[in-house]
């Protein structure tokens, strides 16, 4: 899997708090993972900081991926789903048409 982050330091807003704003996306299967956090000043991400946006972003990587093993089970119990009832309405046309088969001789005995 390919995680691509990019944090950015800029002269943007805060939240109301006063925290400066982190904006997250992601990269997995198709998706792109860019970290952003904006401050008002023009400073270093402090370690802290850095260290629970690397987490923050670990944390969404981690989701993403469990996120792709569930959509894929799901998938195949679908595509099981799929098949099941295929061959279920096989079967069911099947007794139909023996059944038809079989209510046609009775009226043909009675005939007799």
Same mark, same amino acid.
């Given at each position: 899997?390919?995680?691509?982050? =990019?944090?950015?330091?800029?002269?943007?807003? #805060?939240?109301? &708090?006063?925290?400066? !704003?982190?904006?997250?996306?992601?990269?997995?299967?198709?998706?792109?993972?860019?970290?952003?956090?904006?401050?008002? =000043?023009?400073? +270093?991400?402090?370690?802290?900081?850095?260290?629970?946006?690397?987490? =923050? /972003?670990?944390? @969404?990587? &981690?989701?993403?991926?469990?996120?792709?093993?569930? %959509? +894929?089970?799901?998938?195949?119990?679908? #595509? %099981?789903?799929? %098949? *099941?009832? !295929? /061959?279920?309405?096989?079967?069911? &046309?099947?007794?139909?048409?023996?059944?038809? =088969? /079989?209510? &046609?001789?009775? !009226?043909? @005995? *009675? +005939?007799?």
């Amino acid at each position: 899997m390919i995680a691509l982050v =990019k944090a950015e330091m800029s002269g943007a807003t #805060h939240s109301p &708090q006063g925290l400066p !704003k982190l904006e997250l996306t992601g990269y997995c299967t198709g998706f792109i993972v860019t970290c952003r956090l904006f401050s008002g =000043k023009n400073r +270093q991400m402090s370690d802290t900081s850095f260290n629970t946006l690397e987490d =923050k /972003v670990d944390e @969404l990587i &981690q989701l993403c991926n469990n996120m792709k093993k569930e %959509n +894929q089970m799901l998938r195949d119990d679908k #595509h %099981n789903w799929e %098949n *099941e009832r !295929k /061959v279920l309405v096989e079967k069911n &046309q099947l007794a139909r048409t023996r059944l038809e =088969k /079989v209510l &046609q001789r009775l !009226k043909t @005995l *009675e +005939q007799i």
